[in-house]
T-cell receptor
Framework: DTAVSQTPKYLVTQMGNDKSIKCEQN?????MYWYKQDSKKFLKIMFSYNNKELIINETVPNRFSPKSPDKAHLNLHINSLELGDSAVYFCASSQEAGRGNTIYFGEGSWLTVV | KQEVTQIPAALSVPEGENLVLNCSFT??????LQWFRQDPGKGLTSLLLIQSSQREQTSGRLNASLDKSSGRSTLYIAASQPGDSATYLC???????????FGAGTRLFVKA
């Protein structure tokens, strides 16, 4: 069973389009994240939700909007896609209540904007 | 502002060699430090997590140490194997928050 699953794995789309990436975790964790890994492989936090509440909102264009319908899901919607949005987007989760906090990652979504 | 640096950026070793990967961070006010492995085209897999109050953690051939006061962590891999070839990332969780800062990683290649 995949612990953190995200879809689609690959996405090629044209500039100006709107797209969504979905993420689900079956670990019972209370915190979920979206990370962006650029062409230089640098991993940067974008958003984080704890119990459906937004707790991290980094300096990200407001074309990016996360949505957490419940603790097990965190989706990422991107409006008016630009060439510079091409990257790998990783969803992750962790359990914050209690010590531990190991972060579990999904397999990534490869977004190419043409 | 917390910065995480990993040295070396890339490393190539013959199979069987013991090796050390280094991670340094600028602010010692951390909650925990985590080492990950990333295979090409894949997500990150957690290897070891060290809480700020701990000095080291071990899992199989892997041993991670933490010296919070000097802002350093090392990942020791014993008897390296070709299957260990991957990118290893160090990540520091800031104290008092949910934010985790990643290093750029060390690309390891173990030659058979």
């Amino acid at each position: 069973d995949t612990a953190v699953s995200q879809t689609p794995k690959y996405l090629v789309t044209q500039m100006g389009n709107d797209k969504s990436i979905k993420c689900e975790q079956n670990l019972g964790h209370d915190t979920m994240y979206w990370y962006k890994q650029d062409s230089k492989k640098f991993l940067k936090i974008m958003f984080s939700y704890n119990n459906k509440e937004l707790i991290i909102n980094e300096t990200v264009p407001n074309r990016f909007s996360p949505k957490s319908p419940d603790k097990a899901h965190l989706n990422l919607h991107i409006n008016s896609l630009e060439l510079g949005d091409s990257a790998v987007y990783f969803c992750a989760s962790s359990q914050e209540a209690g010590r531990g906090n190991t972060i579990y990652f999904g397999e990534g979504s490869w977004l190419t904007v043409v | 502002k917390q910065e995480v640096t990993q040295i070396p950026a890339a490393l190539s070793v013959p199979e069987g060699e013991n090796l050390v990967l280094n991670c340094s961070f600028t602010d010692s006010a951390i909650y925990n430090l985590q080492w990950f492995r990333q295979d090409p085209g894949k997500g990150l897999t957690s290897l070891l997590l060290i809480q700020s109050s701990q000095r080291e953690q071990t899992s199989g051939r892997l041993n991670a140490s933490l010296d919070k006061s000097s802002g350093r962590s090392t990942l020791y891999i014993a008897a390296s194997q070709p299957g260990d070839s991957a990118t290893y990332l160090c990540a520091v969780r800031l104290d008092g928050g949910f934010k985790t800062i990643f290093g750029a990683g060390t690309r390891l290649f173990v030659k058979a």
